[in-house]
T-cell receptor
Framework: EADIYQTPRYLVIGTGKKITLECSQT?????MYWYQQDPGMELHLIHY???????EKGDLSSESTVSRIRTEHFPLTLESARPSHTSQYLC??????????????FGPGTRLLVL | QKEVEQDPGPLSVPEGAIVSLNCTYS??????FMWYRQYSRKGPELLMY????GNKEDGRFTAQVDKSSKYISLFIRDSQPSDSATYLC???????????FGRGTSLIVHP
C-alpha cells in the first residue's frame, strides 16, 4: 500500500469558507499531483509539482492554489468554497522508475461537500 | 472527441466469468498504458502497466494493447466478488508526461 495520506477524509463546509486539504507522502517522490474526481467521470488534473518550490496549473481551473515548501507535503487551498467545488479530491505522487514511465500512487481522497 | 474513451458501465457479471474492459484513444503518441483499480471511497491503485503493443499477464489479469486500432483491453479471468470496483485506464506518451485517464468502468461481480 502506498504511503500517501490525505486529511480530512470528509469535509462539509459552508459557502465562502477558506479550506485547506492536506496531502503528505513518505516515499520521497519529487512529483505530486492534485486531481478532482466526480462520480463516473474522468480524473481532472488541478495542480502538480515537480519538486520543492515548483507548482503548475493543470487543465482544470478550480480556483484553488497549492504550495510545495517541503518534498513530502503538498496542500491544496480553496480561498472561498462554492457548491461547484463539491467533489472528491485525490492527491498522488510519482517517481520515474525502471519502466521509464511515471508510476503514480494515489491517496485515499478527500470528499468535499460545500453547502 | 475525448482523448480517451471508456464505457462507464456498470458491467455486472456472475462470479467466475471472464471480464473484458476496454478503452479507445485518439492520441497516437501514447506509448504507455495503465490500468488502475479503484474501490469505493478509496484512491486508484495501479493494477497493470504495458508498454507499446502486445499482451501482459499477471495472475488472473491480462492487459492487451493494439496500437494500430488505438484500443486497449483488460481481461479478468475467474472473476471474484472482490474484483468489484471501478477500473480506470490511463495512458501517456511516456517519460514525464502526465497520464490521461478514462472515466472508469464500474464492475460488479455477483456471487
Amino acid at each position: 500500500e502506498a504511503d500517501i495520506y490525505q486529511t480530512p477524509r470528509y469535509l462539509v463546509i459552508g459557502t465562502g469558507k477558506k479550506i485547506t486539504l492536506e496531502c503528505s507522502q513518505t516515499m520521497g517522490h519529487d512529483k505530486m499531483y492534485w486531481y478532482q474526481q466526480d462520480p463516473g467521470m474522468e480524473l481532472h488534473l488541478i495542480h502538480y509539482s515537480y519538486g520543492v518550490n515548483s507548482t503548475e496549473k493543470g487543465d482544470l481551473s478550480s480556483e484553488s492554489t497549492v504550495s510545495r515548501i517541503r518534498t513530502e507535503h503538498f496542500p491544496l487551498t480553496l480561498e472561498s468554497a462554492r457548491p461547484s467545488h463539491t467533489s472528491q479530491y485525490l492527491c498522488a505522487s510519482s517517481y520515474l522508475g525502471r519502466t521509464d514511465q511515471e508510476t503514480q500512487y494515489f491517496g485515499p481522497g478527500t470528499r468535499l461537500l460545500v453547502l | 472527441q475525448k482523448e480517451v474513451e471508456q464505457d462507464p458501465g456498470p458491467l455486472s457479471v456472475p462470479e467466475g466469468a471472464i471480464v473484458s474492459l476496454n478503452c479507445t484513444y485518439s492520441n497516437s503518441a501514447f506509448q504507455y498504458f495503465m490500468w488502475y483499480r479503484q474501490y469505493s471511497r478509496k484512491g486508484p491503485e495501479l493494477l497493470m502497466y504495458t508498454y507499446s503493443s502486445g499482451n501482459k499477464e499477471d495472475g488472473r489479469f491480462t492487459a492487451q494493447v493494439d496500437k494500430s486500432s488505438k484500443y486497449i483491453s483488460l481481461f479478468i479471468r475467474d472473476s471474484q466478488p472482490s474484483d468489484s470496483a471501478t477500473y480506470l485506464c490511463a495512458m501517456s506518451a511516456g517519460g514525464s508526461y502526465i497520464p490521461t485517464f478514462g472515466r472508469g468502468t464500474s464492475l460488479i461481480v455477483h456471487p
